[in-house]
């Protein structure tokens, strides 16, 4: 009697390996779709974000060359401003609440700073409230500027 006993469960537990032979493949095949919409959606996400952090690099860079070119502080952020949203929108970036401000000299050889500040909406299915992004982009002062105002002989 002995002998039999661990016969008998050797052949119960071949028979229940034989009846599982293949649920692992089908709950492969039933979850496989599922991961690969995750990671496309997860591939989406991220490509916006990279995308919508390299234009609002772009922005800042204009906005700080634009501001360089002005004569007085009141002109230089009054152009990196309006350079900043002119790039945003150009380049299709949904932004609320776009903030800039300006730092330095606008004397030959002197360093501006622009920092841009913008909520970007990555759209209602991605990220519903949005992310606030920042960049900070400095230009310099061109060394051989003329000072001369024009009309001003």
Do not use: N
């Amino acid at each position: 009697m002995t002998g039999r006993a661990p016969k008998a469960m050797t052949v119960r537990l071949r028979r229940w390996w034989a009846a599982e032979r293949g649920s692992v493949t089908a709950e492969a095949v039933l979850v496989t779709p599922l991961l690969v919409m995750l990671l496309v959606f997860l591939a989406v996400v991220v490509h916006r974000g990279v995308d919508a952090r390299l234009r609002l690099d772009d922005a800042a860079h204009q906005a700080a060359r634009a501001a360089t070119l002005q004569r007085s502080a009141t002109a230089a952020i009054k152009a990196a401003r309006d350079t900043a949203s002119a790039a945003l929108a150009q380049a299709g970036l949904v932004c609320r609440g776009v903030t800039t401000t300006m730092s330095g000299s606008l004397v030959p050889a002197g360093a501006v700073t622009v920092h841009v500040r913008c909520t970007v909406d990555f759209g209602q299915a991605l990220l519903p409230g949005g992310k606030t992004l920042e960049s900070t982009a400095s230009e310099v002062v061109d060394t051989y500027r003329s000072w001369h105002q024009p009309g001003g002989g």
